[in-house]
């Protein structure tokens, strides 16, 4: 009887130790999320043009827009002129909006990418993609000219926004941009903008991420667009491929990216996490949300530090789901 009473106590004493060992990393957590939050609106407040625009959808995204509209309604009565930055002025109030005010937003990045004599094209047929717009066919000989072009950015971002047509357009944009990866002989501008387009437009055949994933990892580490080629790869893989020990080597080699003092690869880095990241890469992510080593360029040290946020809370969101 007392070997049973001790048995049924060391179990109450580790399961005790188990649900204690629970809480503190909840807590843990749930400090980090509020932190990131206050990161977020920090950034909002201080920040310009797109550093702000980045923080402003990073809080619309994990559900914490309180003060944003208002922010950029005010932003609109003061740049509402200035080419470029407008587009992200409108792309925020456009996810903020419904019905009427949505579609005027909308119409306002349209009316830009269509105006050929335009200041900032580019940008608004960047974010006609990234809000799922596509220009056909209302405007297709503008649209087949974008399409065409000789200025490789509106070229691409044309293509994605395209993509946006059909279900059968979205395949053809698919293999269109994992061939612009796969070109060599492609210059490095279009590679890297079709791996950024790749990497949100779904996941991969198991042979074309095969193939996609080989030619990363065969690239010279200190190849130019190897971190946003390995970001692609793993953000198209599907779950079975997650499963195997080739998408473990690259998820391994994009990790070590990180050491890198550099903007671009952390919140390449950072925007790769916010999608596949866990529990084990919070402490990577808080140490540059907290700007615990700076560049000395504040506007490029928020951007970083609102990319890691974004990345914690994603991850975050993501614990207390399986839990």
């Not at 407008?86 to 903020?96: A, E, T, Y």
């Not at 070229?155 to 796969?182: C, G, I, N, P």
């Not at 080699?253 to 950072?270: L, Q, S």
């Amino acid at each position: 009887m007392k070997l049973l009473f001790k048995f049924f106590f060391t179990i109450l004493i580790f399961m005790n130790a188990c649900q204690s060992e629970q809480q503190k990393k909840k807590e843990q957590i749930n400090i980090l999320k509020t932190d990131a939050v206050n990161t977020l609106r920090d950034i909002l407040k201080n920040q310009q043009g797109w550093v702000k625009v980045h923080a402003a959808e990073f809080l619309i995204w994990t559900g914490n827009p309180q003060g944003v509209k208002e922010a950029y309604l005010n932003e609109l009565e003061l740049f509402a002129d200035k080419p470029q930055y407008r587009i992200g002025i409108w792309r925020v109030l456009s996810q903020l909006s419904a019905g009427e005010e949505e579609g005027k937003y909308k119409s306002l990045v349209e009316k830009a990418f269509i105006d050929t004599a335009g200041k900032d094209r580019i940008h608004a047929i960047e974010t006609m993609a990234k809000l799922k717009m596509s220009p056909l066919p209302e405007h297709k000989a503008i649209t087949n000219a974008a399409l065409h072009s000789d200025i490789k950015s509106l070229s691409a971002y044309t293509h994605w926004a395209v993509a946006y047509t059909s279900e059968d357009s979205m395949k053809t944009a698919r293999q269109f941009f994992l061939s612009r990866v796969m070109d060599t002989k492609e210059d490095l501008l279009t590679r890297r903008i079709a791996a950024y387009v790749l990497r949100n437009s779904g996941c991969l055949s198991k042979n074309d991420w095969i193939a996609l994933s080989e030619m990363v990892v065969a690239m010279p580490k200190e190849g130019e667009g190897r971190l946003s080629f390995l970001n692609a790869a793993l953000l198209t893989a599907t779950e079975n491929e997650k499963q195997t020990g080739l998408f473990e080597k690259i998820f391994d080699e994009f990790i070590v990216e990180g050491n890198r003092k550099d903007k671009a690869a952390r919140m390449d880095i950072a925007a790769g996490l916010a999608i596949i990241g866990s529990g084990d890469h919070l402490p990577l992510l808080a140490g540059w949300m907290h700007n615990v080593d700076e560049s000395g360029v504040a506007a490029d040290d928020a951007d970083v530090q609102a990319s890691a946020a974004y990345a914690i809370l994603k991850i975050a969101e993501r614990i207390s789901n399986n839990n």
